[in-house]
């Protein structure tokens, strides 16, 4: 059994799952404070699928980008699971966890909002039916008129927060909302779990991308 964490975004997530069986998943709206809600939502979860944490056999999380906040709770809750129950550790990207939901076939370009006019994205395309993808565009932190610049010679279609707010700029119509799940990490991890697996958790850093905003002076 795994436990995945997902809290990127605005909307986080917990879920669990038993082999490629999604057990339960729990979604934690953006109001809620996440660092509160991630032990109580995964005790819920536990209770409902009548499982004690001693059947736990690793833990996953998603690696960011995202928000400072959100990435750095995901981090920190997952590093201690995995250090408690002594299982292990796995990392995907949180770019990545909403690209393996997409069911638009062709490349799928993923876009977190960073502010500023920034986005956080990636691009992927699905390995044939499997829940494999390869990565046309490699996770980075840019202006979003250099993410149209650089897919305006792609069939994309592209998706998240990011995508969704800045659809004018980047020329697109406005996606519907979507982010990244626990759910879609637990994918990740049971096509891929080598691909995942940390060695060192203790030594795990997630992947921010670029500084956070009070590093760079900037407020919000």
Known sequence: MLVAIETSTDTGSI????????????????????AESL??????????ARMQ?????????????????GVRVAAATARGLAAG???????????????????????????????RGEVYAACYEREGTRDRLQTVLEPQAMHVDDLRTRTASMDVTLVGDGARRYADA??????????PRASGLLRLAAA??????????????PSYLRSSGAERGIAG
């Open 170 to 179: 980047l020329g697109i119509t406005a996606p519907p909302p979507a982010f």
């Open 53 to 69: 944490r001693n059947e736990i056999r690793g833990i996953v999380v998603g690696a960011g980008p995202g928000s400072f906040t």
């Open 15 to 34: 879920a669990i799952a038993r082999g490629p069986e999604l057990v339960g998943e729990v979604v934690i709206g953006a109001r809620s404070r996440h």
């Open 192 to 205: 891929d779990p080598d691909a995942g697996l940390v060695a060192e958790p203790a030594a795990w850093e």
């Open 39 to 48: 032990l109580p939502a995964l005790d819920f979860l536990m209770r409902s």
């Open 85 to 115: 129950l002594n299982v292990p550790f796995y990392a995907y990207s949180s770019l990545a966890a909403l690209a393996i939901e997409s069911v638009t076939p062709g490349v799928i370009c993923t876009v977190f909002d960073a502010r």
